[in-house]
Nanobody, 123 residues
Framework: QVQLVESGGGLVQAGGSLRLSCPAS????????MGWFRQAPGKEREFVAT???????YYADSVKGRFTISRDNAKNTVYLQMNSLKPEDTAVYSC?????????????????WGQGTQVTVSS
C-alpha cells in the first residue's frame, strides 16, 4: 500500500492559482504513475491529470493549458499546479497512485488514494 496525503487546497478567487502537493510513502514511488481526480458536490469524481513513471503527462480537456502535473521522485511527491482557476474547478481534489506505471484516466486503474483536499474558487 502507498500512503498519500494531499495538501495545498484552499479558497482562491477566479483567475488565481494554487499548488497542490501529495507526498507518498510506501513502495518505490518512481515506478508509479500518479493521477489527480476531483469531485464536486453532487457530481461524479472526474479525471484531472496523470503522469507516468517516464514523466509523460496527460490532461483532461477541461484543465489543459491551465493545470500542470509534475513529480519529484527524490521527495516522493506529486504536484498539481493550478493556474487561471475558474469557479467550476471547485471540488475536492484527490491524488492517486497506479502501480502499473502507465498513465490512466479511469479511477479503477489506480491502486491507492489520498484523503482529498478542498479547492474553492470564488467568482
Amino acid at each position: 500500500q502507498v500512503q498519500l496525503v494531499e495538501s495545498g487546497g484552499g479558497l482562491v478567487q477566479a483567475g488565481g492559482s494554487l499548488r497542490l502537493s501529495c507526498p507518498a510513502s510506501g513502495r518505490t514511488f518512481s515506478n508509479y504513475a500518479m493521477g489527480w481526480f476531483r469531485q464536486a458536490p453532487g457530481k461524479e469524481r472526474e479525471f484531472v491529470a496523470t503522469i507516468a513513471w517516464t514523466g509523460y503527462t496527460y490532461y483532461a480537456d477541461s484543465v489543459k493549458g491551465r493545470f500542470t502535473i509534475s513529480r519529484d521522485n527524490a521527495k516522493n511527491t506529486v504536484y498539481l499546479q493550478m493556474n487561471s482557476l475558474k469557479p467550476e474547478d471547485t471540488a475536492v481534489y484527490s491524488c492517486a497512485a497506479r502501480l502499473d506505471g502507465a498513465v490512466a484516466t479511469l479511477q479503477k486503474h489506480y491502486d491507492d488514494w489520498g484523503q482529498g483536499t478542498q479547492v474553492t474558487v470564488s467568482s
